[in-house]
């Protein structure tokens, strides 16, 4: 009898589409984001992650409206992150059907933003999205910095520290991913993971390179993490989620069936 | 068939869409309203008390939108009513959240902080208790109907209500043992979010929409 160990399978949506690329690159058409979600829903996954990477305008104001359609049809959670900038913007999301919205580069940008979003709206509602690269060299303690603009952009900013201080300005959840291994298949960054998880008092969904099922189990039993994100692995059949929650419930793990 | 009037109250906290959808997902007979004014509530077939948030903000909502007056009619009337979430925390008499709430005292009981140094399968606690936990039967109800003990519900909640015996029907754990589901006469509550359960979650509300007081 505990609190499940959750599994979220991720939308990276572009134009209406769900895709996924390696490093953002080689961009794969993965189907309707509807569809999908609906088909994850039946599954059994625990939440659903919806990212919205539209560099447009028309991109976005798409996203409401697959976000409203996404609501109605799914009765899990719903977490929505991507171009999130101002209190206007979460409310619409939250609007559309959304639970939880993802912040990411407007918290760098003005850090005071996720306090006001979680005076507003209540820390439940408020994931801050950390997107992570080790910074240290060969022999070095271990050392993360943030980084923006999908990994090309250093800030100088220590991952465990922010991690801590989105927490102390609210956040409900930390959605880590390392930009290292996102796309590569390669599982987590199992330091980085525990180092955060330990580091800060809210639930942390590790992201970035899950290839395999005991990449999955890693993440928790290594990581510590709370929940578990991956996308291509599911999105193209490799593996199903009552197959991924079966293999982590054999390894000792406390997963919903 | 005539259609059952399902009220979900509105007093402007948070996204009342998702219950909405679950309802009319699985009460084919029901027409659901989402308001605040006094006609609506008192008039439904049944009740349901939503909340999400810091319970300041819910209980001065609450207040500034004459809800109190509006749930003891309900409760007098025989309504079924069901609080979900901060819904349900505010029935309680008192909540230990933003240094002390007075809350509406419908299940006598307080709201309390999820402690720091409690441990949960071995582990320290995350606050929030944020995902899916079992919930405990701890006395037949109508809600329960069709649903198996210890099934899992989707909880996202950072205090817990520590509520007398007599009237928790579920309880869940964790770092300690808390009411998840309360129950007395036409009232009902759940700490969980049954429209974010899944196929259990589901199967609550359904039970709530036919449930016969």
Redesign the interface.
């Known amino acids: 009898m505990a609190l499940a160990k959750r599994i979220i399978p991720c939308l990276d949506v572009d134009n209406g589409r769900v895709v996924k690329g390696v490093q953002f690159v080689d961009i794969k058409d993965a189907g309707n984001p509807v569809e999908v979600a609906k088909r994850y829903n039946e599954e059994g996954a625990d939440e659903i992650t919806f990212l919205d990477i539209s560099a447009t305008h028309e991109g976005r104001n798409t996203t409401i409206h697959m976000v409203e359609q996404i609501a109605d049809e799914i009765f899990i959670p719903l977490t929505v992150g991507g171009g999130i900038r101002t209190t206007y913007d979460i409310r619409n999301m939250l609007n559309a059907g959304a639970d939880k919205v993802g912040i990411n580069s407007a918290a760098v940008k003005e850090p005071e933003f996720v306090k006001a979003a979680a005076d507003r709206f209540g820390s439940q509602c408020i994931v801050v999205a950390i997107d992570a690269k080790k910074v240290s060299q060969e022999g070095e303690a271990d050392r993360w910095e943030i980084f923006t603009h999908g990994g090309r952009q250093p800030t100088g900013i220590d991952a465990i520290g922010w991690a801590e201080k989105m927490v102390s300005y609210g956040a409900g959840e930390i959605l880590l991913t390392s930009m290292d291994r996102d796309g590569t298949k390669n599982g987590f960054d199992l330091a980085l993971t525990r180092a955060i998880s330990e580091s800060v008092s809210v639930p942390v969904i590790a992201s970035g390179g899950v290839g395999n099922l005991d990449h999955l189990v890693n993440g928790v039993k290594q990581g510590k993490a709370d929940a578990v994100l991956a996308a291509s692995i599911f999105h193209f059949a490799e593996y199903s989620i009552p197959q991924a929650k079966a293999y982590m419930a054999e390894r000792g793990i406390e997963v919903r069936f | 068939m005539s259609k059952q009037h399902i009220a979900i109250i509105d007093y402007g906290m948070?996204?009342l869409?998702?219950v909405a959808?679950?309802i009319n997902?699985v009460a084919d007979d029901a027409h659901v309203t989402i308001s605040c004014t006094k006609e609506d509530i008192i008039n439904a077939d049944r009740v349901i008390l939503p909340g999400?948030?810091?319970i300041r903000d819910c209980m001065q909502s609450i207040i500034d939108n004459g809800i109190p007056e509006l749930v003891d009619t309900v409760i007098q009337q025989k309504q079924p009513l069901l609080g979900i979430c901060v819904g349900m925390q505010v029935l309680l008499s008192h909540s230990e959240e933003n240094n002390g709430v007075d809350c509406l005292n419908h299940f006598q009981g307080k709201v309390k902080r999820f402690p720091?140094d409690a441990t949960?399968?071995d582990?320290p606690i995350?606050?929030?208790?944020?995902?899916?936990?079992?919930v405990?039967k701890c006395q037949e109800h109508p809600l329960w109907d069709g649903i198996a003990s210890?099934t899992?519900f989707?909880f996202?909640?950072?205090y817990y209500a520590d509520v007398l015996e007599t009237h928790c029907i579920g309880e869940s754990?964790?770092g300690v043992p808390f009411a998840a589901m309360l129950a007395k006469e036409n009232l009902a509550a759940v700490q969980f979010?049954p429209?974010?359960?899944?196929?259990a979650?589901?199967r609550l509300l359904r039970n709530f929409a036919n449930w016969r007081v």
């Open positions: 948070g996204n869409h998702s959808s679950a997902h999400v948030g810091a720091k949960d399968n582990e995350k606050v929030p208790h944020m995902g899916w936990n079992h405990q210890d899992r989707y996202v909640h950072s754990h964790y979010h429209e974010k359960s899944h196929v979650g589901l």
